[in-house]
Nanobody, 115 residues
Framework: QVQLVESGGGLVQAGGSLRLSCAAS????????MGWYRQAPGKQRELVAA???????SYADSVKGRFTISRDNAKNTVYLQMNILKPEDTAVYYC?????????WGQGTQVTVSS
């Protein structure tokens, strides 16, 4: 079992930055692929960024060059640095941990970007 708690969301103007954090507890953090997903009103949840156990990172095309995902296995934490935010980035952002044995979600944190 893994428990995930997100923080760092809020209201920001377009062009601004936010950093989301996701603290994990309960099981070995380093064995999970960690990801950030988002869900805007009326839309499906989508993958924003992911970081593998070995550190390889992947991003949605819509955030490449603006968002950076990172993980600190010593702190059991994954981060999402979001720069040059756009109104279309407005969504609830969810942290995810998954491997062959499980798939876990945080409760989500709201990010709102005003124009």
């Amino acid at each position: 079992q893994v428990q995930l708690v997100e923080s760092g969301g809020g209201l920001v103007q377009a062009g601004g930055s936010l950093r989301l954090s996701c603290a994990a507890s309960g099981s070995a953090f380093s064995v999970y692929v960690m990801g950030w997903y988002r869900q805007a009103p009326g839309k499906q949840r989508e993958l924003v960024a992911a970081v593998a156990t070995g550190g390889n990172r992947s991003y949605a095309d819509s955030v490449k060059g603006r968002f950076t995902i990172s993980r600190d296995n010593a702190k059991n934490t994954v981060y999402l640095q979001m720069n040059i935010l756009k109104p279309e980035d407005t969504a609830v952002y969810y942290c995810n941990a998954k491997n062959s044995w499980g798939n876990y979600w945080g409760q989500g944190t709201q990010v709102t970007v005003s124009s």
